[in-house]
């Protein structure tokens, strides 16, 4: 065993507590948002305890802590994603990142590679999550692009079949998820990030699901946008990440404080990048969580993290087709997947299952994930799914495995 | 598991595995379609009234236990009724729902519907027990529409 569980189990202090009349709390819900550490609520905690003030503004010793601070955090998320500082734009989460992204292509000026005609295309997959499609539609609706999209096979994996017609010479951004929040599928980045550069078109890739989970290192993906949310990573809610290496070519989204050059009463000139995509004081305690979250999986180890969640994916997989009328839905080939394991079980509707795991400990989420274009193209309204992550062990999927053949008997 | 047979009473399961009405009539006064956006269940409603009363009523979807009986037993219960009636005790249900467990349910009112009382301690599930009640009280309202069309202030 690389990981040492029960240890890393002590610094989470929600695993102290039961569910459900006394239940041992069994989370498989990671893939929605991760349990935090110790050492990240009381990095939260302490900045508002002694050095909360307005980075970037006062004129005293707390603002000069509170900006160290802040900034620091920023230095280690650049060096997490082997990324420099001033490439990074602390958000509110993923979708606020995503929003951002959209929302500054469509101001910018007509001529620049950012900005959307009705002759342009802008590409995205059926695996997305709501959050990297709807603010693409909306843009595609408010610039007259054409929104068209890569299919889901029936596997799991998405059709690269047609690769050169779907991202064609008119293709401006091709955005995509990195892992799929509903089956698990590691999308293959060469091919599409190789086939959208040589149209000229930027890659943005959704990382919600795959930043937490293995080793990242922007340089080596190749795209030119990432996200991701600090909650799925162990760190606050409230807090996420925009990274870019084209940051200095695109304009603001949000307008206000801090972000500014220089304004008179007619007009304003912008900061560089990252501060002109901060605008209002920010979401400082967060980010500083944020830090801390990335400092205890840095000491873990991000390598080892994606090594214990790779043997405890085949473990769950293996264990869960084992029951009788369980399928799995997405890849069953580790090779392309990680650890989001949905599923759906004979006739139970997942909502009925979930709230019988519920009644035993298990924590699963139920539904069409925010992905419902997803869940419908499959052909299943919805699924329960089992999401991994490091403090998770492989008895909790022989519980898991033990709760959903009693569901069984009780829906018969 | 009180508790969680308190939610999935034996009513319930029955009308989950047999359900009543399930299936859409071809003629209808009017049909709606319902979603529930947090799990993606779905109703289709097809309501016909005849002198204000419920005439028929027949439904089709997929979704959870939950929704499912409700629908069931709001389809039974609902039938011949006169619109005010069936708005009424869709009222005394919607309450009952809202109720975080602290009421049973008038029997005499609500019939079956009373299995559900114990869907009111679980938030999460209240709105799989009114997917079909929301779907009646919208085909109501434009069962009203086209059939006692407002004469005041038109000619
Ligand atoms: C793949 C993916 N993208 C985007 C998001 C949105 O993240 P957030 O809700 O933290 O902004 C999520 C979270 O549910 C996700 O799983």
Known sequence: MSLDVATIRKD????????????????????????????????????????????????????????????????????FLGARAEEIVFTKGATESLNLIAYAMGNAASGSRFALTSKDQIVVTEMEHHANLIPWQQLAARTGAQLTWFEVLPDGRLDLNSINEVISENTKVVALTHQSNVLGTINPLDAIVARAHEVGAVVVLDACQSVPHMPIDVKTLGVDFLVFSGHKAIGPTGVGVLWSSVLEELPPFLFGGSMIENVTMKSATWAPAPKRFEAGVPNMAQAVGLGAAIDYLSKVGMDKIHEHELLLTKYFLEQLQKVPTLKIIGPTDLELRGSCISFTVGQIHPHDLGQYLDSQGVAVRTGHHCAWPLTRKLGVPATTRASLYLYNFEEECDLLVEAIVKAQKYFA | MMELDSLYQEVILDHYKHPLNKGLSEEYDVQVHHINPSCGDEITFNLSTEGGIIKSITWDGVGCSISQASVSIASDLLLNKTLEQAGSIAEVFIELMHSKGTKDGDPLVLEDAVALAGVSKFPARIKCALLGWMAFKDAAVRIKQLKEPDTRGSN
């Open chain 1, 12 to 79: 989470f202090p929600i695993f102290d507590r039961t569910v459900r009349d006394g239940k041992k709390l069994i989370y498989l819900d990671s893939g929605a948002t991760s349990q935090k550490p110790n050492s990240v609520i009381d990095a939260e905690g302490d900045f508002y305890r002694f050095h909360n003030a307005a980075v970037h503004r006062g004129a005293h010793q707390l603002a000069e802590e509170a900006t160290d601070a802040y900034e620091g955090a920023r230095s280690k998320v650049a060096s």
